[in-house]
């Protein structure tokens, strides 16, 4: 079945540190991947998406690529600020059950001022 | 403002009592679900809708209850059945996007006495 993997947190870092938060997955077909962030105390916000390989999403300084030859989407940020801090989610879903979007475990993100 | 208003946001039970939250969305969208988050983990699917009066298990229905006799409404019991109800519960909906393209509510915090 359908399946993603994220890196364990916490990671904390400086401000202006390079972020990477990896995500891989396992799927049949062509599914759709997407970030999700999530502040304290709050529900999930989508924060980028990509629904073919090779394209890539963007939002707020952030990245992510679909690499279809490694079936990652690993989350990138060149510079990140104190406001970054969050729970971000890899998730993923197929056509072939687009109603059950499988979710990753989630990774603490903590930035240091 | 267009938005999904899940209440109450916090709410505390007695053992042995039925609870409902209540997810109420002006989206216009179709799909709604009902994710249940617990502390450090990922998003457990309950409940989903795609439709107006039809509704499918997810992942960890057993104690939970939902209906959906409006396209606006799909609120979730919690009932004496749920042997572990303290949670973090997230309502969202899909609209005709991208499958996985979900809006999430706030969220309600669920706390057993």
């Known amino acids: 079945g359908n399946s993603v993997t994220q890196m364990e947190g916490p990671v904390t870092l400086s401000e202006e540190a390079f972020l990477t938060i990896n995500c891989t997955y396992t799927?049949?077909?062509?599914?759709?991947l997407f970030w999700y962030v999530q502040y304290p105390g709050e529900g999930l916000q989508l924060l980028l998406k990509?629904?073919?390989?090779?394209d890539k999403g963007s939002n707020k300084g952030f990245e992510a690529t679909y690499r279809k030859e490694t079936t990652s989407f690993h989350l990138e940020k060149g510079s990140v600020q104190v406001s970054d801090s969050a729970v971000y989610f890899c998730?993923?879903?197929?056509?072939?059950?687009?109603?059950?979007?499988?979710f990753g475990s989630g990774t603490r993100l903590s930035i240091r001022p | 403002d267009g938005g999904i208003t899940q209440s109450p946001k916090y709410l505390f039970r007695k053992e042995g009592q039925n609870v409902t939250l209540s997810c109420e969305q002006n989206?216009?969208?179709?799909?709604m679900y009902w994710y249940r988050q617990d502390p450090g983990q990922g998003l457990r699917l309950i409940y989903y809708?795609?439709?107006?009066?039809?509704?499918q298990k997810g992942d960890i229905a057993e104690g939970y209850s939902v209906s959906r006799e409006k396209k606006e409404s799909f609120p979730l019991t919690v009932t004496s059945a749920q042997k572990n109800p303290t949670a973090f519960y997230l309502c969202?909906?899909?609209?005709?996007?991208?499958?996985?393209?979900?809006?999430f509510g706030e969220g309600s915090r669920l706390t057993v006495l």
């Open positions: 969202a909906t899909g609209g005709q996007g991208t499958p996985g393209e979900l809006f």
């Open positions: 809708s795609q439709i107006v009066n039809d509704f």
């Open positions: 799927a049949t077909g062509y599914p759709s």
């Open positions: 990509a629904t073919k390989a090779d």
């Open positions: 989206l216009n969208h179709d799909a």
């Open positions: 998730a993923l879903s197929s056509y072939s059950s687009a109603s059950k979007i499988i």
